[in-house]
């Protein structure tokens, strides 16, 4: 079993930054791949981003890639998503996730075996 906390959401204005942090705790950390989500009232949950075992690999939705930037601290047992150049549609629940089975970086939230509660990032315009 895994438990993952997240930390680091709140309101911020267009064109600002977040940090958000996924701390773990529970299984080995460094044997899952991470991930971050999002979901906004009345839409599915999407992928944003996802990072490997060791961190050499990452992956990005079209929609974050220039913007956002997966990493993770095996020793610390957390990964971040530093966020900039926040925009309204960026507003959203963010979700950390954790996939146990194989180093692939996978962007379809079914293959995730473990969640967070969740944090808040609202951009103002």
């Known amino acids: 079993q895994v438990q993952l906390v997240e930390s680091g959401g709140g309101l911020v204005q267009a064109g600002g930054s977040l940090r958000l942090s996924c701390a773990a705790s529970?299984?080995?950390?460094?044997?899952?791949?991470m991930g971050w989500f999002r979901q906004a009232p009345g839409k599915e949950r999407e992928f944003v981003a996802a990072?490997?075992?060791?961190?050499?690999?990452?992956h990005y939705a079209d929609y974050v890639k220039g913007r956002f930037t997966i990493s993770r601290d095996n020793a610390k047992n957390t990964v971040y998503l530093q966020m900039n150049s926040l925009k309204p549609e960026d507003t959203a629940v963010y979700y950390c996730?954790?996939?146990?089975?194989?180093?692939?970086?996978?962007?379809?939230?079914?293959?995730?075996?473990?969640w967070g509660q969740g944090t808040q990032v609202t951009v103002s315009s």
């Open positions: 990072i490997s075992w060791s961190g050499g690999s990452t």
């Open positions: 529970g299984r080995t950390f460094s044997r899952f791949v």
């Open positions: 996730a954790a996939r146990s089975t194989e180093n692939l970086l996978s962007s379809r939230y079914r293959t995730y075996d473990y």
